[in-house]
Nanobody, 118 residues
Framework: QGQLQESGPGRVKPSQTLSLTCTVS??????????WSWIRQPPGKELEWLGS???????NYSPFFKSRTSISRDTAKNQFTLQLSSVTPEDTAVYYC??????????WGQGTQVTVSS
């Protein structure tokens, strides 16, 4: 069973770019046919899927975040990364990385709190 761990700054200033990394252990991010997603949960709100990168390297983004989101990977480090640009306080949330098939996730990271404030 794989394990996922998010890492990145806990605080980002408005208008900056939020960058988070998910390190995967116990399995390769190139293993067919997994998708590797970024999901967040703002305080008091439901989970929001931001986007994913497939085992093949192809990406898929939520239309709500597509203009501000970029997901990439480093196969040598077995990591994938989220970049969310032009953040505002509304981007404050717990951010999760997860493994699954499409939007059916079977393994999650523990989550990391990101606060957007000046």
């Amino acid at each position: 069973q794989g394990q996922l761990q998010e890492s990145g700054p806990g605080r980002v200033k408005p208008s900056q770019t939020l960058s988070l990394t998910c390190t995967v252990s116990g399995g390769s991010i190139t293993t067919k046919y997994y998708d590797w997603s970024w999901i967040r949960q703002p305080p008091g709100k439901e989970l929001e899927w931001l986007g994913s990168i497939a085992y093949s390297g192809s990406t898929n983004y939520s239309p709500f975040f597509k203009s501000r989101t970029s997901i990439s990977r480093d196969t040598a480090k077995n990591q994938f990364t989220l970049q969310l640009s032009s953040v505002t306080p509304e981007d404050t949330a717990v951010y999760y990385c997860a493994r699954g098939f499409g939007l059916a996730w079977d393994t999650w990271g523990q989550g990391t709190q990101v606060t957007v404030s000046s």
